[in-house]
């Protein structure tokens, strides 16, 4: 029941850390780049164009804007160190005051260790 939901989070989260989400973003800005460019050019104009990096378009530059956001967000984050403070006195421990076996649990079933029984004995008839 929960299978479903919880594989698509899997997804979502996997889509989010490894970028992924831009590199699709950014296929649909080329995509519609492409697109407006072939009403106006000839096919290699109009690739030449989308692609060479020189003419982007509104969508791609806010990708870009986002991405260096993005970046610029991760490299400012502090890295918390952990300290432990020193401590001033011994530590103790002490054993429990009872100490009782558990009782051993054979999870082996009994009918797979014995061997089977033996064919009862056939009549000779000739």
């Known amino acids: 029941m929960f299978a479903r939901p919880g594989k698509l989070i899997v997804v979502v989260?996997?889509?989010?850390?490894?970028?992924?989400?831009?590199?699709a973003?950014?296929?649909?800005a080329w995509a519609t780049m492409l697109a407006n460019n072939l009403r106006t050019h000839s096919l290699t104009e109009a690739v030449s164009d989308t692609f060479d990096g020189e003419h982007p378009c509104c969508m791609c530059k806010a990708i870009a804007a986002?991405?260096?956001?993005q970046k610029d967000s991760e490299a400012v984050a502090p890295v918390l160190k952990l300290e432990f403070p020193l401590l001033a006195s011994k530590i103790n421990l002490f054993p429990?005051?009872?100490f009782a076996w558990l009782p051993q649990i054979d999870f082996f079933p009994?009918?797979?260790?014995?061997?089977?029984?033996?064919?009862?004995?056939?009549?000779?008839?000739?």
Do not use: C, D, M, N
């Not at 986002?66 to 956001?69: E, S």
């Open 96 to 98: 429990p005051t009872e």
């Open 13 to 23: 989260l996997l889509v989010q850390t490894t970028g992924l989400h831009w590199a």
């Open 25 to 28: 973003l950014q296929t649909v």
């Open 66 to 69: 986002a991405k260096k956001a």
């Open 110 to 126: 009994r009918s797979l260790s014995r061997k089977p029984p033996l064919p009862p004995p056939r009549l000779l008839l000739a």
